[in-house]
Structures are given as C-alpha cells and as structure tokens.
C-alpha cells in the first residue's frame, strides 16, 4: 500500500487527556487502572475510566448527541491541538474530501440502559432514548463531522475489539481510490453496564488488574478511551520522526463466535498480510504491540503466533496492563501509543505482569526499554475472529522503502 502520513494524532483514556500524559504514564511503567465503581455496577474489578466525562458538556448546537461515548469523543479532539489541524487540512483539500472512519463497539448504549430504568407503570419511557443520534455506531462518525466542520464520506466501523484498527485500511483504501484526500480515523468506546456485566457472564473479567501474558493471567479489565489520527499522503520532506502508516492486514478466521483460534492462525494472517501490505519481512519490526488481553485463551493464542513469526528476535509488550481493554476504541489507542513509541524510543512495558507464561517463548516487555525504533506493529483482534494488524514506520527508518 502507498504509505500514509500520521500528521497528527491524539489520545485520550484513563491515563490521561492527550499525548504528553500518556507518553509520562507509559515512561514510567503505570496504570491507570482503579477498582471499579462505575455507574450501578456491582462487580469485583478494576477499570480504565476516562476523569472528567460526567462534566464535559457538548456545544448547545450538539445537544441532541448528548452521551458519555459522544462527550469523550469531543474532549478528546480538544487535545494535541488536533481539531484544528483537521480544520486546516479541510482548508487545504476542502471539506468533501476529508473523510471519518471510526471504530466503536457499543457506542451510546449507555444512554438506553440509563432509559430503560425509567419505564412508568405501563411500561413506557419516561425519557425516551434517543437511538439516531446517540446509541447508533454513526452518531459517533456524525457528531465528530458535525465538530470538525466535514463533509466527506463518513461511516463507523464495529467489528468487536478490532474496530479501531481497520478503520486504517478502510482510510487507506478510499484515499488509494482517489475518493478523498485526507482521513480522520480512530476509536472510541466507553464504560457501560452491557460491556462490564455481559464480558463478566463470560467469565472474562479478572478481579485484580489485568495482566497481560503472565502466568497467573486472571482475565480482561475492561477500560474506555477515544485516540484519533489524521492520515494524509506524505509530503515530498518529512522530519525524521515523522510516522508513516505502512501496512495494514485483515483476517477473518471464525474459529469460533468468542474464541482465537487455538493456534492463532487468523493472529498469524493478519500479521503476515500487515507486513506484505508494508513491502517487509518479519526480521525488520523493532517492536509488536500485542493484543494482550489477560485471558488464557487470547494470550495463548497470539502468543503461538507471534513464536512462529518473530520468535524472540523482536521485543513486544501488552500495553492493556496500563490502560485495560477499551474494546473497539483499542485498536486506535494502541496504534498512537506504537506512533508515541517510535517517536521516542520508547518500547512500553506491562505493568501488572510480572512472570512470562512458561509456554511462550518470547522477548516480552515487562519494563520499560529505551531503544531507537524504526517499525512497529499493533494487533487487534475480535471477537468472531476478526482481526487486524497494523504497521508503522517512521520516515527516517533505514532501509525500509
């Protein structure tokens, strides 16, 4: 694929607002992780909640989109400067051919739940959840639009856990087509009762912080987040740390509607289609984010397949031990924390895990590493087998085309 510029990117989740927060949390192995006293939810667990959405509050000319997955959406584009480099970038290419792909799992339902509390004594809403514009995937893509003054093709990506990743491929692919010049992409997702008490009836959900590839890996921590990029094609000079988008990698496996497969195989295919997509091999990444959820089954399994691709020749961490899982806006979040990382030397580490699960042979993080990298991956993977894998580079990165 033709390589795309990341000319700005921001990131919001419980480890901070923005780029400088998150880059001092990860710097210094934390989390952000805290026992869950979200909402109602009576549940033993730890959760990645965003400070300050309760009190954000949306423009009067927005009221109708009111709702937690919305509000964090909007404090996020504040940050790093980012909306306004948007709104140059639709000066510069005019507003039809700036495009917005974001990825979300759940989106307002917050909002519905809150609503259904509410019923009278016949059954009838008291304060009728309004679904077009705030429990819908689209209000999330319709309200950043509406933000960011943009008139381009626009549409939400919900494909589980690895929504936030290929939207990349669904930007690269209309820009390739010379459908639109520039991109907004990104994910967010945020804290609801569906997501907390429906992965807990799975037995997913670990009662103390996750932690990612360890042995006694106990299950997911469940987290909330909205990070976006800007993609647009480089210009002919770029700075050196410059991040460049460039591969992406799609799999649909199926094995099973919660379960990888075993052996990671559609894991191992998106990966492989990432680097093929990237004009690289395997030996030339310097460092893989893992999708790393905590459980047994998903570790196990990206853990077999990033053996049989990198062995443990390249270093890789779970960063989700810092930010727990936020679902279909962890795609996204994972990709500017590999952009974060390959502008500051800077591999991540696993905070919460502390002793490799015996059964996979890898160069795992627990600690922060500083170390000059020049290409990264990041893996996101969903439920019913839907994967992505994503690559990037920066400009300066030696013999890479």
Not at 84 to 94: F, H, N, P, S, T
Not at 148 to 158: Q, T
Not at 238 to 249: M, S
Not at 300 to 307: S, Y
Request: with cysteine; proline share 4%; charged share 15%.
């Amino acid at each position: 694929m033709q390589a795309l510029h990341l000319s700005c990117f921001t990131a919001t989740s419980c480890l901070g607002a923005g780029l400088d927060a998150t880059l001092d949390t990860l710097s210094t192995n934390r989390s952000g992780l805290a026992r869950c006293t979200f909402e109602t939810v009576e549940l033993t667990t730890h959760i990645g909640e965003v400070a300050g959405v309760d009190d954000y509050r949306l423009p009067a000319e927005l009221a109708n989109y009111n709702c937690r997955n919305n509000r964090l959406a909007l404090m996020a584009l504040e940050q790093d400067g980012f909306a306004e480099a948007v709104r140059r970038a639709a000066q510069r290419y005019g507003a039809a051919r700036v495009g917005v792909f974001l990825g979300t799992s759940t989106a307002g339902i917050l909002e519905t739940e809150q609503a259904y509390r509410k019923l009278d004594s016949s059954g009838a809403f008291v304060d009728p959840p309004n679904y077009q514009t705030r429990h819908t995937p689209y209000a999330l893509a319709d309200v950043v639009s509406r933000t960011l003054g943009l008139a381009g093709p626009a549409f939400a990506v919900s494909t589980a856990c690895s929504s936030g990743a290929k939207v990349f491929a669904s930007a690269a692919r209309l820009i390739d087509a010379g459908v639109i010049d520039a991109a907004v992409v990104g994910g967010v997702d945020s804290l609801c009762l569906t997501t907390l008490y429906g992965f807990n009836s799975l037995e997913l959900v670990s009662p103390e912080p996750c932690r990612p590839y360890d042995a006694a890996r106990r299950g997911i921590s469940i987290g909330e987040a909205a990070a976006f990029a800007l993609l647009e094609r480089p210009a002919d000079t770029l700075p050196g740390d410059a991040v460049l988008l460039a591969g992406v990698g799609e799999s649909s496996d199926a094995y099973h509607m919660s379960s990888p497969h075993p052996e990671g195989r559609g894991a191992e295919a998106a990966m492989q289609a990432a680097l093929s997509s990237a004009g690289l091999a395997a030996r030339d990444v310097d460092y893989l984010n893992l999708h790393g959820t905590a459980t047994p089954s998903n570790d196990a399994a990206e853990g077999q397949a990033a053996m049989r691709l990198f062995g443990r020749d390249v270093p890789m961490s779970s960063t989700k031990g810092a930010t727990g899982h936020t679902l279909g806006a962890a795609g996204a979040l994972e990709i500017v924390i590999a952009a974060l990382a390959l502008q500051n030397g800077l591999i991540p580490g696993s905070p919460g895990s502390h002793q490799l699960d015996p059964a996979l042979e890898l160069d795992y993080a627990f600690a922060p590493r500083r170390q000059a990298l020049g290409v990264v991956m990041s893996n996101s993977f969903g439920f019913g087998g839907s994967n992505a894998s994503v690559v990037l580079r920066r400009a300066d990165a030696k013999g890479h085309a």
